[in-house]
């Protein structure tokens, strides 16, 4: 693949972020925003301290939520595009289509899901403000160890396919990845701030809907890039004209 070639697909994988961003912010705007106006006013309810509201709720809301989800879309979606560029035909035959979902799915799955079921999503007014920082750095080295044994699977996988077969070598990379996720899992510091007094359906609710968030961005930015990464590099050949001609694109 020609640089000219893989600066076309970044240029597609960061269109085709800034559309999942649309899309995820919709769901956020709709799934996650009244979960935290909800864990705000428990907060505020709960609170004898009264701070200043330098950002305006509304603002949060509507532009800085745009703009942190846009920003994240666009972001996420050049360097998906560059991750795809070298997977193509290095993890298997599969078409532009098959290979962007494939690697959006498994990307959903190792940068979010692993890392959230550790350590997942909170909504305001949950967790310490002194061990934000703790808090961050184990979450953090959980998503680069998700990624890191996700390649390892998968450079395994291909390993063992001369020998084993293409199923039973997927079955043994998946299994050994579970593994290892498994040990980190058991091995890191387990984090339960929760208040006592936080509804246990609202927390779940938020969890839900920031779950949801990450799989409408994912799951349409695999769908929008693949359909956009397929028309670069496998066009469909010009239909002739009425007179016999064959139309050049200019």
């Given at each position: 693949?020609?640089?000219?070639?893989?600066?076309?697909?970044?240029?597609?994988?960061?269109?085709?972020?800034l559309?999942?961003?649309?899309?995820?912010?919709?769901a956020?705007?709709?799934?996650?925003?009244?979960n935290?106006?909800?864990?705000?006013?428990?907060?505020?309810?709960?609170?004898?301290?009264?701070?200043?509201?330098?950002?305006?709720?509304?603002?949060?809301?509507?532009?800085?939520?745009a703009?942190?989800?846009?920003?994240?879309?666009?972001?996420?979606?050049?360097?998906?595009?560059?991750?795809?560029?070298?997977?193509?035909?290095?993890?298997?035959?599969?078409?532009?289509?098959?290979?962007a979902?494939?690697?959006?799915?498994?990307?959903?799955?190792?940068v979010?899901?692993v890392?959230?079921?550790?350590?997942?999503?909170n909504?305001?007014?949950?967790?310490?403000?002194?061990?934000?920082?703790?808090?961050?750095?184990?979450y953090?080295?959980?998503?680069?160890?998700?990624?890191?044994?996700?390649?390892?699977?998968?450079?395994?996988?291909?390993?063992?396919?001369?020998?084993?077969?293409?199923?039973?070598?997927?079955?043994?990379?998946?299994?050994?990845?579970?593994?290892?996720?498994?040990?980190?899992?058991?091995?890191?510091?387990?984090?339960?701030?929760?208040?006592?007094?936080f509804?246990?359906?609202?927390?779940?609710?938020?969890?839900?809907?920031?779950?949801?968030?990450?799989?409408?961005?994912?799951?349409?930015?695999?769908?929008?890039?693949?359909?956009?990464?397929?028309?670069l590099?496998?066009?469909?050949?010009?239909?002739?004209?009425?007179?016999?001609?064959?139309a050049?694109?200019?």
């Open positions: 693949m020609n640089s000219a070639t893989v600066r076309n697909l970044l240029v597609r994988g960061m269109l085709a972020g559309g999942a961003g649309l899309l995820a912010l919709v956020a705007y709709f799934l996650g925003e009244p935290v106006d909800s864990a705000i006013s428990f907060e505020a309810a709960h609170s004898h301290e009264h701070e200043m509201e330098i950002v305006s709720r509304s603002l949060q809301s509507t532009a800085g939520l703009t942190g989800v846009l920003v994240y879309g666009v972001s996420f979606g050049g360097i998906a595009a560059l991750a795809f560029s070298f997977a193509l035909g290095r993890v298997g035959r599969f078409s532009p289509r098959a290979t979902l494939l690697l959006s799915g498994c990307a959903l799955l190792a979010y899901v890392p959230f079921l550790k350590y997942p999503a909504p305001p007014s949950v967790g310490n403000p002194d061990t934000i920082g703790r808090r961050t750095t184990l953090f080295l959980m998503m680069v160890l998700s990624v890191l044994l996700a390649i390892a699977a998968t450079i395994l996988g291909k390993r063992l396919v001369p020998r084993i077969g293409t199923w039973y070598a997927t079955v043994g990379a998946v299994a050994a990845f579970a593994v290892v996720i498994g040990l980190a899992y058991a091995f890191l510091p387990v984090i339960n701030e929760v208040p006592k007094d509804p246990a359906t609202l927390l779940w609710r938020f969890r839900l809907s920031a779950l949801a968030i990450q799989t409408v961005l994912w799951g349409g930015f695999g769908l929008v890039f693949g359909e956009l990464s397929d028309r590099l496998n066009p469909k050949p010009v239909p002739a004209a009425a007179n016999g001609r064959v050049v694109p200019s």
